[in-house]
């Protein structure tokens, strides 16, 4: 496994995050950004795995940034590439625009040459230019860094060309850029969170047809609080491509065309039909499709204690059926549900792709402070590792700040 260590910048604003890219683009590129646009990471509250099922999920913006500070560039450089430099890696490198063959490039560089093409398929072809990119959006900890960087990158080609995309249409413009840029088949819910979420709202998003429902989160006594567990296992056996044939082979002997089409009672029919291994991946996905539409139903309506059996009831579904939680993350969430409603837990579960990364959990805001501590204590007593905690509202997604 890899740690993941926090930076002593994870708390800064947004506002200080964009002054610090721009101040950092005039001492890189001796010149004043004239672009300055943000993306932000997501965390998911419930409806995991879902998204490549045509499922629904329930995420919400959080108020960690990758941020974009650049200028067009008239150097006569002989390759039509952008020199882009990002602070979180701590290294430059010159990205060919789309059209240009473009040399290896290490894995943070190709997701914004896969915006570059991607982009480039809808007309939207930037000049050469220059960039900084900086970001407290936490790496490796399923928050969703990458469509942060992706967002953020088409969003800069939208101010520099001129030119808009429809809002998800540049969603998918950047799921694409994941896919052929990255090699990873993730579903639309990190870059339509990314693009589309508003501030103090959770995003009921349907991934068969795209629509989008805004749900308030409104009741100022509930606060969202990730916990970053600071562990990353590195699999070798390509685990979320695995999980996703799954699926797709369940559905097929379950003739649907996605899980989203199955129920419970299909699922039972066809017992004798399914392995144990296909069986228990349809069991999560279809249970947590119900389990988010119900999720948020409940959250509109301030039930709190059913939120957090359902929560809870996702967590043990990730757990047991879909096996993509690790020990550390079960630790964290066994952490909060011992803590449970007379302390000011409502519900707790891990969050994103799994083994490793954050878990997210609803809390009474009066004793946030005090639950992160207490989890965080019992975390470290019991593997050795300082986990990272901070609570979001509902952010804003993708922006120009400065254009």
Known sequence: MAMSKPSPTDNLSLADLAKRAAKTFQERFDRTASIVVAAPGRVNIIGEHTDYNDGFVLPMAIDRYTVVAGDGSDDGRTVRAARICSTTMDEEQAICLAGEHSPPLPTWAKYIRGVFDAAAEHGIVPPVFDAVIDSNV???????????LEVATATFLEEITGSRLDPKTKALVCQQAEHQGAGVPCGIMDQFSSVLCEEGHLMLLDCRNQETTMVPLADPSVTVLIINSNVKHELTGGEYAERRQQCEAA???LQVSALREANLTDLENNRDNLDDVHFRRAQHVIGEIERTTQCAEAIAAGEWKRVGELMYGSHDSLRDDYEVSCKELDTLVE???????????????????????CTVTLVRTDQADRIAEAICKKYHEQTGIEATAFVTPPARGAHVIKS
Not at 140 to 148: E, N, P, Q
């Open 138 to 148: 936490p790496l490796g900890g399923g928050l969703s860094s990458s469509a942060a």
């Open 251 to 253: 559905a097929k002997i």
């Open 335 to 357: 952490a909060a549900r011992e803590l449970g409603p007379e302390a000011g837990v409502i519900g707790s579960r891990m969050t994103g792709g799994g083994f490793g990364g």
